[in-house]
């Protein structure tokens, strides 16, 4: 199985982007073909400050990096490393109709939310099919938000086979539904664009246990007995916890007399428990950042091999070769 997936570097990782994402495509390295890329072109949609954006690559590649991806089983790399995926995007908007754009989410959120709308943003998801087609990718691990530009890629990309030749794969989204949406500390979908994230890496452990303890929940008393599946800390919590544990949890919320900063605390605690050694590994990484660039460039090799392939066939099916 071929497995592709990307980040953009426009923010702080957060725990939304690494149960929804991130954690997902690892696990599948080893016994499959895993892609990782850093969505450089696609943040340029929302950044405008190249300092900016040269961190936030920067520290994808480290937190990639840190919470377990091996370069020597994931070819690992940055979008830009790859502007033959321009190309293609070019290619694949020919047959994508404007209407699928038109119907697109993401794009009628992002500019409902006031961000301006450019061509770069309502193409988006022209160019993000492109980074799965032109590897030949089968399966794609996202998050739910997602869902719908994965349905816009099959569409895109049966449209051009059906036109040209069957020159791509059809993929498929792998969402994981335990996961699907990790809720933010206000209980809306965890999100950096609504200030309600836990970081990873960004914050201080004294930072990050206060972003745990100002979860919301309801108002019920510390006697009272608790509903964990209506709460946000279990919902937290139970990305953290063996069955042992949150099945323990859950127990403690019915019996009532056990009040919900016990279950922030041992939030954090698992927290700070799951984390530790990525925070260490992370800080090793960053005093080796010329070991960090190898791995970009040489994924970028790597991956170019598998592009080359794919892009011949496309210009060749459209009469461009
Ligand atoms: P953000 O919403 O913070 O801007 P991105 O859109 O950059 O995050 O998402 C990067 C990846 O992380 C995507 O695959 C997305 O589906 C996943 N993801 C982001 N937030 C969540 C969440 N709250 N729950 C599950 N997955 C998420
Ligand atoms: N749109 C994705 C996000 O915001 C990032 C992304 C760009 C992506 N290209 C991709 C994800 C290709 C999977 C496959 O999270």
Redesign the pocket.
Same mark, same amino acid.
């Given at each position: 199985m071929r497995v592709?997936?990307? $980040? %953009?570097p426009s923010g702080k990782l957060h725990i939304g982007n690494y149960f929804g994402m991130m954690k997902p495509a690892l696990a599948l390295q080893g016994d499959n073909e895993v892609f990782l890329f850093i969505?450089n072109y =696609?943040a340029l949609t929302s950044m405008g400050d190249p300092a900016e954006m040269r961190q936030f690559t920067l520290d994808v590649a480290l937190d990639f990096l840190a919470c377990g991806l091996d370069p020597a089983k994931t070819v690992f790399y940055r979008q830009s490393d790859i502007p033959e995926v321009n190309e293609l995007a070019w290619l694949l908007s020919t047959v994508t109709p404007m209407g699928l754009l038109e119907r697109g989410h993401s794009f009628k959120d992002k500019t409902a939310r006031g961000m301006v709308s450019s061509h770069a943003l309502f193409a988006y998801p022209v160019l993000?099919a492109a980074? $799965?087609l032109i590897v030949n990718a089968n399966v /794609?691990p /996202?998050g739910r938000d %997602?869902k719908q =530009?994965l349905e816009m890629t099959r569409d895109i990309a049966q449209k051009f086979n059906h036109r040209f030749g069957e020159v791509f794969k059809i993929p498929e989204a792998q969402i994981r539904e335990d996961v699907a949406v990790v809720p933010g500390i206000d209980g809306e979908k965890m999100s950096k664009s609504y200030d309600n994230t836990i970081e990873i890496f960004g914050d201080s452990a004294g930072k990050t246990r206060k972003r745990i303890m100002s979860v919301v929940t309801d108002s019920k008393q510390l006697e009272d007995p608790k509903d964990p599946d209506t709460c946000n800390v279990f919902a937290l919590y139970r990305l953290f916890a063996n069955e042992a544990q949150a099945q323990e949890m859950r127990d403690n919320y019915a019996a009532g007399g056990y009040g919900y900063g016990h279950a922030k605390k041992a939030l954090a605690e698992l927290f700070e428990a799951h984390f530790a050694p990525m925070r260490e590994k992370r800080e090793e990484l960053q005093n080796n950042l010329d070991y960090v660039e190898e791995v970009l460039r040489k994924g970028a090799e790597r991956a170019r091999e598998e592009t080359a392939k794919v892009m011949g066939a496309a210009r060749e099916a459209m009469g461009l070769a």
């Open positions: 592709l997936s990307g $980040i %953009q969505a =696609h993000m980074d $799965i /794609v /996202v %997602q =530009h």
